[in-house]
């Protein structure tokens, strides 16, 4: 199953709203999750299933979508999240991750 | 809260092999399902194995299948990658992760260990 992810990165300033969609190939009904990864460190889980928010991860971070598009969605951009954001689906092996949104501040 | 440590990466040359290790602690190890993933320099994600929380099953990438062998040791709460007839392209650093279904959401990683094929 291919996941296209879009934009690969963006720009945008800080209390900014900024989305990330993702497209997979085949209908993958609800199972994608959503990663954080900042340089240098291990990905981060912030949403599963589709919308689910992780215990500790700020609301400001949620997840929609079902079927073959999905988004992410940072309600206002704040300076620690500065990251790559990654979707993940599992559906089906082989387990597939888009090819990431490099975020950075304007 | 669960913690995963891997280790056991380092230089190869291309056809050699190498083992990596992931110790994990803070979980009930035996019912949790594991997973390699590795990033090579400058991209994105690739999942590479899996492996069930009992050890019967194990699924691999189309990329490392014939080569890597992923398996668990759930008296000593370790996951292994062993990978075999090394190629450039499997330069990266390797992740070990984990969550409750072998499908399902990666809720802990560990810091990653580097893999360098080359001569």
């Known amino acids: 199953i291919q996941m296209t992810q879009s934009p690969s990165s963006l720009s945008a300033s800080l209390g900014d709203r900024v989305t990330i969609t993702c497209q997979a190939s085949q209908d993958i009904r609800d199972y994608l999750n959503w990663y954080q990864q900042k340089p240098g460190k291990a990905p981060k889980l912030l949403i599963y299933?589709?919308?689910n928010l992780e215990t500790g991860v700020p609301s400001r971070f949620s997840g929609s979508g079902s079927g073959t598009t999905f988004s992410f969605t940072i309600s206002s951009l704040q300076p620690e999240d500065i990251a790559t954001y990654y979707c993940?689906?599992?559906?089906?092996?082989?387990?597939?991750f888009g090819g990431g949104t490099k975020v950075e501040i304007k | 809260e669960g913690q995963l440590l891997d280790s056991g990466g380092g230089l190869v040359q291309p056809g050699g092999s190498l083992r990596l290790s992931c110790a994990v602690s803070?979980?009930?190890?035996?019912?949790?399902?594991m997973t390699w993933v590795r990033q090579a320099p400058g991209k994105g994600l690739e999942w590479v194995s899996g492996?069930?929380?009992?050890?019967?099953?194990?699924y691999y990438a189309d990329s490392v299948k014939g080569r890597f062998t992923m398996s668990r040791d759930n008296s000593n709460n370790q996951v292994y990658l062993h990978m075999a007839s090394l190629r450039a392209e499997d330069t990266a650093i390797y992740y070990c992760a984990t969550g409750r279904y072998i499908q399902g959401r990666f809720d802990y990683w560990g810091q990653g260990t580097v893999v360098t094929v080359s001569s």
């Open positions: 993940q689906q599992y559906d089906d092996f082989p387990i597939t």
């Open positions: 803070g979980l009930t190890f035996s019912s949790y399902a």
């Open positions: 492996i069930t929380a009992t050890g019967g099953n194990t």
């Open positions: 299933d589709a919308s």
